[in-house]
């Protein structure tokens, strides 16, 4: 019966996984209009692209391959039901320029300085799937339980994938501690119908809002309002198949007395030139970026940046340090669980780069930023 239970569940998930590749076999019930704006270099009238794609089109690879080889298990590693976790209880605040971080799991960290306390990506949910029966299960526990999350100023929201935009999670944190939320076009429509509030931005667009860090009478303490710019990264969206798209992908900047703070959500690497744009909105302190769910290369290329590619962002990005995230906790790819932090620990090697410039740490573990 367990058996049968779970591929029940894996077919469930690939059929999900497979409208989003093959958007013309989905309802046209289930397409959704997020944003309505004037065309621009990245947005056609209707739907949001890569300005690149556009004059270099990915190899597209037919998703059937994807789907026979992960159920055969052909070159599928097999990750373990799950891994033992320490959750930590972080402190209510960091003061001045002390900035903690805390890897939670996949993309989701929390950062504090300055008694801001900022989340990106947040997902407590036990799946990351439209489904509480199906799609893709926590091997990981969250690094720190709901209950002993502090007060949440700021939260980063990159694109609508099950996987980095959880409205569960996001309509708790938002009933519990009102936070600014900030993500990028479109995605506000899908965070409005749960009656959760957010603020947008395109790409290159500065979002501005108050905070409450000064209240808590740290000296010295930030700015009465905290400035995110939205950056432009290499992905795509769809929460149904039918509205890839309709919403777009960012990653973030967040300007910091102590050093900027640059989280880069979910990206391939496209032709490079991201993180080389945002560059310019350094210097960077920390860089929260993706370093899992590569393989096989052929699929996944376009969306997911591997180790090496990451390192070279990192490069290109300036960045003084970085924490490598999206890997260890959902099996949406083919590689092993701790294949991601050993291929980061050899490009850096190979590179001549300290390995505590870029870190890969274990879920629930907090360290101090230089």
Not at 312 to 335: I, S
Request: aromatic share 10%; hydrophobic share 40%; proline share 9%.
């Amino acid at each position: 019966m367990r058996t049968f239970l779970r591929r029940l569940g894996t077919a469930l998930l690939f059929l999900l996984v497979g409208l989003c590749f093959a958007p013309s076999v989905v309802p046209p019930f289930l397409d959704r209009i997020y944003y309505r704006g004037a065309p621009s270099g990245h947005f056609d009238g209707a739907h949001f692209f890569n300005p690149e794609d556009r004059l270099r089109p990915p190899r597209a690879t037919p998703p059937a391959r994807f789907f026979n080889r992960w159920l055969t298990g052909d070159g599928r590693a097999r990750w373990p039901e799950r891994v033992p976790v320490t959750p930590t209880v972080p402190p209510a605040w960091v003061e001045g320029r002390t900035m903690l971080v805390t890897w939670i799991g996949h993309s989701t960290v929390l950062v504090q300085t300055g008694g801001l306390n900022i989340l990106t990506d947040p997902i407590w949910s036990e799946r990351a799937s439209p489904f509480a029966f199906a799609g893709p299960k926590r091997v990981r526990a969250p690094g720190v339980r709901f209950a002993d999350l502090p007060r949440i100023d700021l939260v980063l929201v990159s694109h609508n994938h099950y996987d980095h935009m959880d409205v569960a999670t996001l309509k708790r944190l938002w009933e519990r501690d009102r936070p600014l939320i900030v993500t990028s076009l479109g995605n506000d429509a899908i965070l409005r119908g749960a009656g959760i509030p957010a603020r947008t931005g395109d790409w290159g667009h500065t979002v501005a809002g108050p905070w409450r860090g000064c209240a808590r009478e740290i000296d010295p303490c930030l700015p009465a309002r905290v400035e995110v710019t939205v950056e432009r990264v290499h992905h795509w969206g769809s929460r149904w198949g039918v509205d890839r798209n309709r919403a777009l992908w960012s990653g973030f900047t967040v300007r910091l007395p102590g050093g900027n703070l640059f989280f880069a959500g979910d990206t391939g690497w496209g032709d490079g030139s991201w993180p080389a744009e945002a560059a310019k909105d350094g210097p960077y302190r920390l860089a929260i970026l993706p370093i899992g769910a590569y393989l096989p290369r052929e699929v996944m290329q376009p969306s997911h940046m591997n180790p090496s590619e990451a390192v070279a962002a990192f490069r290109r990005l300036g960045a003084r340090t970085a924490l490598g995230v999206h890997w260890g906790t959902f099996q949406l790819t083919f590689e092993a669980i701790d294949d991601p932090p050993r291929r980061l620990a050899a490009a850096l090697a190979a590179q001549g780069i300290p390995a505590d410039r870029f870190v890969a740490t274990e879920v629930g573990r907090t360290f101090a930023v230089p």
